[in-house]
């Protein structure tokens, strides 16, 4: 049933988006600020025991009412609990405001707004950015937050509720992804910064959780976009990017709609604030280090922010046909 769990959430994220400061999103920063600052005592294993319990505590509580509510009620309940988590951790609409917004100040050709605006989504100084700069910055995070927003919390969700699961992959991967981001920026911060150990274990976790879906997300845009460029992108240029996992996205991304992405990175404009919480995009962290390289490919220009916009769209219309096809052969089966 994970299909219909999908196809409903998506639904009722696009009729009424969560609320940017939703209470479920705070108590998860209340959650993780407790976990770090009671069992972050600065060795590595002490690392590890506090992201186990900001992650996978709550993907086990997820996974426990999901069972509870299969046993007791029915599975309908089960499915409805799998809608409810899937509504808080996946999403369009919990970043594509910010595309939006600059994609239409660049069409009418207000470049100091479009600045503004992506400075203001990504905490950076986008103040002496050319034009063509915007677009390719604005098309590496929105690719990526999609990915993080969508793509991901879609693959995790789709194997482990296959295997009985429910919509623990959704909570583990998305849970992943917020404490490395937030602990992160912890770590500079003056008040009750995080320990390096718990920085490297929150970062080293993320990387082993999205490994499988950043490369599923490649592949799924190669299939729908130019395959052989993109795959080749994936292949060749995916080293020119310092974070594995997104170097292969952003290279199959560059190949699969012929864009230069890639090269110098934008600097934080000041530390972000430290309440952002699952709906805060891509980091700075995932951009390429300045002096980067850049891959082959066109200048960006605005058309291709609509090429990225089809890009999605039609991968996700690929993930929800294929679960479409194997929902309804286990229903034959």
Known sequence: MSFFAILFALLLEQVRPLARDNPVHAGLRVWTRWASRNFDAGKS??????????????????????????????WPFAVLWSVAILYVTLGFRQFSHHFTGIRDALEEGDEDKARELLAQWQQVDASELPRSEIVRHVIEYSVLAAHRHVFGVLCWFSILAALGLGPAGAVLYRMAEFVARYWRRRSTAQAQPVSPALERAAAAAWTVVDWFPARVTALGFAVVGSFEDAIDGWRNHAQRFPNDNDGVILAATAGAINVRLGGRGLQPAFLPHSSQGFQAAAGVAAEPAPGGSSTPGREPETAHLAQIVGLVWRTVVMWMVLLALLTLARLLG
Do not use: E, F
């Open 45 to 74: 294993h002490h690392g590890w025991v506090a992201w186990s319990l900001a992650v996978a505590l709550p993907a086990l509580v997820a996974l426990g009412v999901h069972w509870l509510l299969a046993l007791t009620i029915g």
